[in-house]
């Protein structure tokens, strides 16, 4: 261990927070900058998190060369191979849509009785719930994909209730029953799809052990070293099936080399992908990340350390760094914010 050096608990274990920062960095693909496929950095990753369109496409290109947005909503759009639905945690994920249907049944049994209580406090009652599913289910199968707002008119025009929080919840309900996913990107909009047509038929009984012991392998792919702590917070699972998951953290491997500056989306899986976020977020900038109302800002990072954030509006990159940055790191950093702005700018759909 190099002298001085802090350390964070990892598991039995304490890891300096170098190493820690690169392996992390590394299962994350956010070591160097490679041509690699939406599905690819997916695949690596297991889940993005996607209650911001925008949000999942950018952690996307943070790890992958020369995609651009419209890629990323091409696979959602005609190749079909990425999907969203309300799977770890309870919030919108974008997985991999051969993993979607194991991911839905070991997560959508967790989510039912939340939702029912959440639909009741926006003043769906459950009958009610029950139709606008069977509503939702039917306009789906009758006129394909659409988007949040039209499935609201749909269902208003049925008499079911779609102000304040209803339609959002009410739609996360069908998701949650397997009846819808988002799938397809119409006009810029994440649209709702027919599960079993999009996803090519029912989804599958699938055995839990075997789901968990595919998540675990998953999990540490992308993102060790980590404990059962970490991947119980992470998917939003009891910490007893995460313990049976991941018997022990993973071995140690050779240290790979710090990565690179990164301009991270909000929400980004580095930020979210374990317990203690400390590793990679200094206690005294802690709030400027996430100040809290569930707000996780877009970070800069340099050696997997973040620096300050960044905002994107107009097609324009503005970086506001904690402190002073090396002229070396502020070049790296407006690189990125350069490609960022490449990326987002051929968006045609």
Do not use: C, N
Not at 63 to 82: C, F, G, K, N, P
Not at 183 to 189: A, K
Not at 239 to 267: G, K, N, S, W
């Amino acid at each position: 261990m190099r002298k001085g050096a802090s350390t964070l608990p990892v598991g039995d274990r304490r890891v300096e927070q170098p190493q820690l920062r690169a392996r992390r960095a590394a299962a994350q693909l956010l070591d160097a900058a490679r041509p690699r496929s939406a599905p690819e950095v997916v695949e690596r990753l297991l889940a993005v998190q996607a209650q911001e369109l925008r949000s999942a496409r950018l952690a996307i290109r943070a790890r992958s060369a020369w995609l651009t947005a419209s890629d990323v909503e091409r696979e959602l759009t005609a190749e079909r191979s990425l999907v969203a639905g309300w799977l770890l945690r309870g919030t919108l994920h974008l997985v991999r849509r051969k993993d979607y249907g194991w991911l839905h049944a070991l997560t959508a049994p967790t989510q039912t009785a939340a939702s029912r209580r959440r639909l009741g406090q926006e003043g769906v009652p459950p009958a009610a719930a029950e139709r606008a599913v069977e509503r939702i289910e039917a306009t789906l199968a009758r006129e394909g994909p659409l988007t949040r707002a039209e499935l609201a008119e749909r269902l208003a025009a049925d008499g079911i209730r779609t102000e304040g929080q209803a339609t959002p919840r009410l739609l996360k309900l069908a998701a949650i029953r397997g009846v819808a996913v988002l799938g397809p990107v119409r006009d810029g909009v994440h649209a709702y799809a027919l599960a079993r047509e999009w996803l090519g038929g029912e989804l599958p009984a699938v055995d839990r052990g075997a789901a968990l012991a595919e998540l675990g392998r998953r999990y540490l792919a992308g993102h060790a070293p980590a404990s059962p702590e970490d991947l119980a917070t992470w998917a939003g699972l009891p910490l007893r099936d995460a313990r049976a998951t991941l018997a022990d953290v993973d071995p140690d491997v050779p240290i790979p080399v710090e990565p690179p500056p990164r301009l991270l989306p909000p929400f980004d899986p580095y930020l979210l992908g374990w317990k203690d976020r400390s590793f990679m977020v200094s206690p005294e900038h802690a709030r400027r990340v996430h100040p809290g109302g569930g707000v996780l800002r877009a970070t800069a990072t340099v050696d997997g350390v973040a620096v300050g954030t960044w905002s994107l509006s107009g097609g324009r990159v503005e970086i506001d760094p904690f402190a002073p940055l090396e002229p070396r790191h502020a070049a790296a950093l407006e690189a990125e914010a350069a490609d960022v702005e490449r990326f987002e700018a051929r968006v045609t759909a």
